[in-house]
């Protein structure tokens, strides 16, 4: 809401000596946040006056333009009282006219300095002024054609221009939270200001008002509860082409509306001047009476924006005998709207539901200056005082006569009581404030208060339908007191559970993955059809299953992902593309798994849900499980002097798995797999027992090319979740052997298919007890060992707890580990 | 070769005469003397002491003499031999020394060649910035609670005294699921984590949910669709806003460092009642909103930075989560992470959190 000061002033009589920072931040500490301070002024620097132009002589030039040379009284102002000779571009202006002039000395906006200069054969000793040179929108004062031109009574040649211009007149622009409606007029606003300096306040809303008659324009409401009150007020012999005062268009524009003509602007002005949005009728192409009521399927309506509307039935509606003329509290329709011929005129000022309106609003995304207050809460008294302020204003400026006839239907409902003990807002607040001046801060808000016991009634006042509930007034007595008075106070705490083991765990697979060179990322979870097709998942995969948006900020990406490796590879490619060429990235985030039954209930809030309701709320939420991905490309392990670097693979990939379960204590198996976006000869399965919880290996080539990463890059994604369920929360305690260490190399020759992890779980098997560890130190293919074959060579280290071993029994454990490599992976010990 | 013979018997033996052995061992000394290094001296030592030295041939023939020659004989072969041992052991302890003094030179290496064998990694610093907040009300006794991305929207709006028909709806642009019944969003702030734990747990409740928020905002340099909040929660007895005061200013100074306090404006959120914005002084100027006589950038010359909203609970929010208001009160709070991270580390730009350039994350290590 902007409003300027000066109209804020009209209402409340501050202190002479209230700041502008004083008053905003006094309203901002009231709720009424500053969003920020126009004062058009602020880059003008005088003289500018006003001037009456004495002859004017268009001058043809050589360019084609023509100019005119004029003379213009600007009284005393240029210090000897002589007409000042000016050359001015516009035509929009006769002798005689009242012009604002920029006399030498002037500074106008952007720093634009005015001297006396030659031009066209003249010296022309200042300018005549457009609005956009002052900085005033371009139709302030009419003056969309050309030079301002005022109306002959504005002023006297001479006189200073700026409080004729509303220069200097700051205008202050506040953020009106839903809670505050009645701010979002100047009689809200200055009634704030009212109560943060105990100024006395005028509301420009307690007028006499004619009593209501049978005699007004007929009015039914079929709809009570959607329009409780309605009152219309007519004129007549109005005239519409009259034009809007200067002040009205000024003040209009100062609160961002533009004027329009003079009907109008005197409905928008009260709206502003009040905060009762009002609508005017041409009387004479309203066909009977007006009835409120709501739609029937398939209406229509054109609005005053030439849209044609198909309406629903919950629009509230405005009509006459030929059908809708408005959308109630949104707005108007086209066959009754004001024109410059209308004469009679019907006024409404009605109080409309705001969650009608609101629904209307957003129905047919039509927000407007009206249905932002109603739909936020309209003084439900205000309706014939809006109204009656019109009809003045259409008198006094528009030649109209007031109609005896008042139509009021329906009556404001009952102010509300909110009960409250009497040291809640000391209670909340953790101030000390007493009853008194409980009662005293919420009738300065302006409710009526009545001591009972203990307990205050409290009428809350009828702008403020957001007063609804006992903490309501806490806030109002707080605010009054000042937020900047709430002491500060640590509260007593029991003792906590800490970090939960899941979220340690999580914290612990970061550092893992941090202190082996992987870089963490956060990607976005919106991804496209079209990356289902790049990863090339078949048609029947589980990843296509997903949940879309309704409206996703890209067409393109819709979809809610359900795994974290498009994000990845869209950021390997953005470092690959600025020019890094090593990357290792991950990332572990929340994945979508919708299981089909995503339908949640809306329950109700008057108490808290049943375990069914609750049982059913879980059920709809998707299944959401945290996964975590790798992605590498380039070197793991840098070239230098040192020697050569090392190509990451397909093997880091694996590895980045390997490490984080072993940071985890859990022990995971890497099976051979083949599934999409891997190279089907290198992709692995990792699982836990029985159940894959991912993949590992080298992307497949042409997953790489779609996403434009490096050739041979490599990701992992599994799923963290079953990997942090499994892990060892107590590490027991080791116990090892001090007796001497036996080892003993073997070099085992296979066919080429056999994985090496079952040779060396056989090994393992075989060695029994007395192994200590077992490490493949070396793989061979060649012609040494035959086409199609290769020579695995394990380290085995053996120990007993209580003894020294023997050589006896050291060969006999490397006999019968071999034994059962032999037996279960055809392993033949190499000579 | 010669060993005793005892058929032989000869009165004396050339080599064991007092001015031969005296001879091998002064020839011994010298050649000792005269090792340059410890290969030299290993050749000397099997020169002069080996099996096939002088003195240990000599030392053979010992019996070769009358019993009543040995033990003269014996004597000096036996001198002069530990005199040479013992020259030995000297020289090569010399030499030892020498050599390791040369080594230690000539190992000499460039010290200052690079040695970053190893690529490095990071955490991302929105991750370790949410755990470093979380941490300090852990420290408090606070629990940690996180709640899913999709999210029921009874829970993200109803539950929170959001009605379908609350104008505050329309202030948070949500992202809707499909199908429109599904009556499913993607969370529009980290509330419905707090309307989870309320429903979940009985009071008192003390948590801190940090978390990844989605609103549809169009990306740019301070706007994302993706951004992360943290929300704090208390329900107990007695609880008021000066408890809450208390907290963000205890916050603040954990954070930003002592005396960077908190100062409360009146503002509307529907969850709670009174409501209020938070700002904390600036760290950077510290209020003075000036910085060696220029404006302070980091808050533009205010002397505060806003952080967020907060209040006390509403009633009907307690109400819907199943906690009576006649007997628990409680607090709330929230504000985005990345913005925060932002300012306190002068990131200029959102883009950047997002957009995954290691370039972005490796600065900030593992730990804010
Ligand atoms: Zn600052």
């Not at chain 1, 007034?473 to 705490?493: C, K, M």
């Amino acid at each position: 809401m902007k409003a300027p000061l000066s109209w804020i002033r009209e209402h409340v009589d501050l202190p002479a000596d209230v700041t502008l920072d004083a008053l905003t931040w006094r309203l901002t500490m009231l709720g009424l946040k500053l969003e920020g301070v126009a004062s058009p002024a602020d880059d003008i620097t005088g003289p500018l006056v006003l001037g009456r132009v004495l002859t004017r002589e268009p001058e043809p030039q050589k360019n084609g333009k023509t100019i005119s040379w004029c003379t213009v009284d600007v009284g005393e102002a240029n210090g000897t009282g002589d007409p000042q000779g000016i050359v001015c571009g516009a035509h929009n202006f006769v002798e005689g006219d009242l012009v604002v002039v920029c006399l030498p000395g002037a500074v106008l906006p952007g720093g634009f300095a005015i001297s006396a200069r030659k031009t066209y054969g003249h010296v022309s000793a200042g300018m005549i002024c457009s609005a956009s040179e002052l900085g005033l929108p371009d139709d302030a004062f009419g003056g969309a054609d050309g030079i301002i031109v005022l109306p002959a009574d504005a002023g006297a040649p001479g006189d200073d221009a700026f409080p004729v211009l509303g220069l200097g007149d700051a205008v202050i622009e506040l953020e009106i939270n839903p809670d505050r409606a009645y701010a979002l007029s100047v009689r809200g606003i200055a009634r704030e200001a009212a109560l943060g300096f105990g100024a006395p306040y005028a509301d420009p809303a307690a007028r006499r008002v004619p009593a209501p008659n049978d005699a007004g324009h007929p009015v039914v409401v079929d709809d009570p509860a959607g329009c409780p009150v309605f009152v219309a007020r007519t004129v007549t012999g109005f005239r519409a082409d009259a034009p809007t005062p200067d002040w009205m268009a000024r003040r209009l524009t100062q609160a961002g509306m533009r004027p329009i003509s003079l009907g109008v602007d005197i409905t928008n002005y009260v709206m502003l001047e009040l905060g009762q949005p009002l609508h005017g009728y041409d009387r004479d192409k309203l066909t009977g009476a007006i009835r409120v009521r709501r739609a029937t399927a398939g209406e229509q309506i054109t609005t005053l924006d030439g849209q044609r509307r198909t309406l629903d039935v919950e629009d509230l509606l405005i009509t006459d005998g030929s059908g809708p003329i408005g959308i109630a509290g949104t707005m108007g329709g086209e066959t009754t709207e004001l024109s410059g011929t209308t004469t009679n005129v019907v006024i409404e000022s009605a109080h409309f539901d705001a969650v009608t309106v609101f629904r209307s609003g957003r129905r047919h995304k039509l927000p407007s200056e009206a249905s932002k207050r109603f739909e936020r809460g309209v003084d439900p008294e205000l309706p014939q005082a809006a109204a009656d302020r019109a009809v003045e204003l259409m008198v006094e400026l528009g030649g109209a006569t007031d109609d005896a006839g008042v139509t009021v239907v329906g009556q404001a409902p009952q102010r509300r009581v909110v009960t409250i003990p009497a040291d809640l807002p000391a209670r909340i607040s953790g101030l000390e404030i007493d009853a008194a001046t409980v009662t005293a801060h919420l009738t300065a808000v302006g409710c009526d208060v009545t001591a009972d016991g203990e307990r205050l009634a409290v009428v809350a006042p009828s702008w403020r339908p957001d007063v609804t509930d006992p903490y309501d007034l806490v806030e109002e007595v707080v605010r009054v007191v000042g937020y900047d008075q709430v002491p500060s106070v640590l509260p007593t705490t029991p003792p906590g559970h800490g970090w939960t083991p899941v979220q340690r765990l999580r914290r612990r697979v970061g550092l893992t993955l941090a202190g082996a060179g992987w870089t963490e990322t956060i990607s976005y979870p919106f991804v496209g059809e079209d990356d289902w097709d790049r990863l090339g998942l078949p048609a029947d995969d589980p990843r296509r299953t997903t949940l879309r948006m309704a409206n996703p900020l890209n067409n393109e990406e819709p979809i809610l992902t359900t795994t974290l490796l498009p994000g990845l590879l869209k950021a390997l490619a953005r470092n690959v593309g600025r020019a890094n060429a090593d990357v290792a990235l991950f990332e572990h985030s929340l994945v979508c798994r919708p299981t089909g039954n995503e339908r949640a209930p809306i329950l109700g809030v008057e108490t808290r849900p049943s375990a069914e309701e609750w049982a059913t709320i879980e059920k709809a939420v998707p299944s959401q499980p945290m996964h975590l991905a790798v992605a590498v490309t380039g070197q793991r392990a840098r070239a230098g002097w040192w020697g050569a670097g090392r190509e990451g693979g397909w093997a880091d990939a694996i590895g980045a798995v390997r490490d984080v379960a072993r940071a985890l204590g859990v022990e995971v198996e890497v099976r051979a797999d083949a599934v999409a976006p891997w190279h089907p000869g290198r992709c692995a399965a990792v699982r836990i027992g029985e159940r894959v919880i991912g993949h590992a290996g080298e992307l497949h080539p042409s997953v790489c090319r779609a996403y434009g990463v490096p050739a041979r890059t490599a990701v992992a994604e599994v799923d963290l979740d079953a990997l942090l369920e499994q892990a060892q929360q107590v590490v027991p305690g080791p116990t090892f052997s001090s007796y001497p260490v036996a080892k003993e190399d073997v070099a085992l020759v296979v066919d080429a298919a056999v994985p090496a992890a079952a040779v060396e779980a056989a090994l393992r098997e075989g060695a029994g007890e007395l192994l200590e560890s077992i490490r493949l130190f070396d793989v061979y293919t060649g012609p040494q060992v035959g086409e199609g074959r290769k020579s695995l060579a394990y380290a085995l280290r053996f120990r007993a707890p209580d003894r020294t071993l023997t050589e006896a029994e050291t060969a006999a454990a490397r006999e019968a580990a071999v034994a059962v490599a032999a037996e279960r992976t055809g392993a033949v010990q190499r000579a | 070769m010669s060993g005793p013979n005892s058929e032989y018997d000869p009165v004396e033996v050339t080599s064991l005469k007092s001015e031969e052995v005296t001879a091998m061992r002064d020839a011994a000394l010298a050649a000792i003397a005269g090792a340059r290094d410890l290969e030299h001296l290993k050749q000397v030592r099997l020169d002069h002491v080996g099996d096939r030295s002088p003195l240990a041939l000599a030392n053979r023939e010992i019996g070769a003499l009358p019993p009543q020659a040995r033990k003269d004989a014996g004597q000096r072969i036996g001198q002069a031999r530990g005199r040479v041992s013992q020259a030995l052991a000297e020289r090569q302890a010399v030499l030892e020394v020498e050599h390791e003094e040369r080594m230690l030179v000539e190992e000499t290496v460039d010290v200052t060649l690079p040695t970053d064998r190893r690529p490095v990694g990071a955490r991302h610093p929105i991750t370790s910035f949410s755990e470093r907040i979380a941490d300090v009300f852990v420290a408090m006794g606070w629990d940690v609670a996180e709640g899913p991305w999709v999210e029921a929207e009874w829970l993200n709006f109803d539950a929170l005294n959001m009605g379908a028909d609350h104008p505050a709806r329309t202030m948070q642009d949500t992202f809707w699921l499909e199908p429109a019944d599904a009556a499913l969003v993607l969370r529009t702030h980290t509330s419905p984590v707090q309307a989870r734990t309320m429903l979940t747990r009985e009071p008192p409740i003390h948590v801190i949910c940090p978390g990844r928020v989605f609103r549809t905002d169009e990306i740019d340099a301070t706007h994302s669709p993706v951004f992360h909040q943290v929300e704090g929660l208390v329900v107990d007895r007695g609880i008021t806003m000066a408890h809450l005061k208390g907290t963000l200013d205890h916050m603040t100074q954990a954070l930003f460092g002592e005396g960077i306090s908190t100062r409360f404006r009146p503002s509307y959120f529907p969850f709670t009642e009174p409501s209020a914005e938070m700002d904390m002084v600036c760290f950077v100027c510290r209020g003075s909103g000036r910085v060696d006589e220029a404006l302070c950038r980091t808050c533009r010359g205010e002397g505060w930075i806003e952080l967020g909203g907060c209040g006390v609970v509403n009633p009907r929010v307690l109400i819907a989560c199943g906690i009576d208001p006649e007997v628990y009160s409680g607090f709330a709070f929230g504000f985005g992470i990345d913005r925060m991270l932002m300012f306190r580390h002068g990131v200029a730009d959102l883009r950047d959190v997002f957009e995954g350039d290691v370039r972005f994350a490796q600065p900030f290590g593992v730990e804010i």
